[in-house]
T-cell receptor, first 109, second 111 residues
């Protein structure tokens, strides 16, 4: 099956700085790569996604890049705000979803 | 729309007891899934369904049963609870095999 690795496991940034979270995957058949944000006590919520025929996608302060050759994709958050503090999960999917182990992001005011 | 709902929110069981975690969605989604979330291990797929009457195993299916008699409901059954099943359980639904919508979760403790 698919193996998704996510780094770093924890990340602290100053408010206004950028945050980058990276994931790698093993199955070249995976074709959909979503990112989820999970706040304390809640279920994960989709924040952005990218498909295998696209290299980059941006939505306001959030962007995702995909390198299919290297089998890695990254989440970029610019101008971070305290409300960005949460756990972020990447996932890779073909027939099933495989999640990374999560990154706990803390934005320090 | 209520989205994806899960009951109960919290549950404590003794080893060997059985119970059913309920999941319902009102978005007419064909795909539904159950995940467990454990510290440091992310979300792992237990079982999933691509439509009423169709279910399949995920990454960690042992100790769990599912059925899908209607589009709306996808219950998860623990036949004989074990301490290793202490976890937070999330149900999710989607229109197709991509964007998933998660419920609020059930926190289960097995003593």
């Amino acid at each position: 099956g698919e193996n998704v690795e996510q780094h770093p496991s924890t990340l602290s940034v100053q408010e206004g700085d950028s945050a980058v979270i990276k994931c790698t995957y093993s199955d070249s058949a995976s074709n959909y790569f979503p990112w989820y944000k999970q706040e304390l006590g809640k279920g994960p919520q989709l924040i952005i996604d990218i498909r295998s025929n696209v290299g980059e996608k941006k939505d306001q302060r959030i962007a995702v890049t995909l390198n299919k050759t290297a089998k890695h994709f990254s989440l970029h958050i610019t101008e971070t705000q305290p409300e960005d503090s949460a756990v972020y999960f990447c996932a890779a999917t073909g027939n099933q979803f495989y999640f990374g182990t999560g990154t706990s992001l803390t934005v320090i005011p | 729309n209520a989205g994806v709902t899960q009951t109960p929110k919290f549950q404590v069981l003794k080893t060997g007891q059985s119970m059913t975690l309920q999941c319902a969605q009102d978005m007419n989604h064909e795909y539904m899934s159950w995940y467990r979330q454990d510290p440091g291990m992310g979300l792992r797929l237990i079982h999933y369904s691509v439509g009423a009457g169709i279910t399949d195993q995920g990454e960690v299916p042992n100790g769990y049963n599912v059925s899908r008699s209607t589009t709306e409901d996808f219950p998860l059954r623990l036949l004989s609870a074990a301490p290793s099943q202490t976890s937070v359980y999330f149900c999710a639904s989607s229109y197709s095999a991509d964007t998933q919508y998660f419920g609020p979760g059930t926190r289960l403790t097995v003593l």
